[in-house]
Nanobody, 123 residues
Framework: SQLVESGGGWVQPGGSLRLSCAVS????????IQWFRQAPGKSRVAVSC???????WYVNSVKGRFTISRDNAQNMVYLQMDNLKPEDTAIYYC??????????????????WGQGTQVTVST
């Protein structure tokens, strides 16, 4: 099982990036997917997740700015990030968990992790 993130980079405040997560080794439609991020010197935090039913969840600090989506046919998950702020600077990780009995994606113990992609927001 493998998750590979891409799409990170440097952007000025107010800019946009779209992160992609390519999934291989398992069937995406059975898994909840969550994006975490970890800023330098800070703990890792959950940013957004999408359930197997396509229901999204967002941490308050990104609501209205980030949009998560999934394409099960292509085994891809995306995180569209708009109006980026310097405090969004972090390494972003794509994670997955197999919990078909759960309707919610938030608060689960995510078992599979990608290697992360760096997002830097600065002038």
């Amino acid at each position: 099982s493998q998750l590979v993130e891409s799409g990170g980079g440097w952007v000025q405040p107010g800019g946009s990036l779209r992160l992609s997560c390519a999934v291989s080794g398992f069937t995406l439609d059975s898994y909840h997917i969550q994006w975490f991020r970890q800023a330098p010197g800070k703990s890792r935090v959950a940013v957004s997740c999408i359930s197997i039913n396509g229901n999204p969840w967002y941490v308050n600090s990104v609501k209205g700015r980030f949009t998560i989506s999934r394409d099960n046919a292509q085994n891809m998950v995306y995180l569209q990030m708009d109006n980026l702020k310097p405090e969004d600077t972090a390494i972003y990780y794509c994670t997955a968990v197999l919990r078909p009995e759960s309707n919610n994606c938030a608060g689960l113990a995510y078992a599979f992790w990608g290697q992360g992609t760096q997002v830097t927001v600065s002038t």
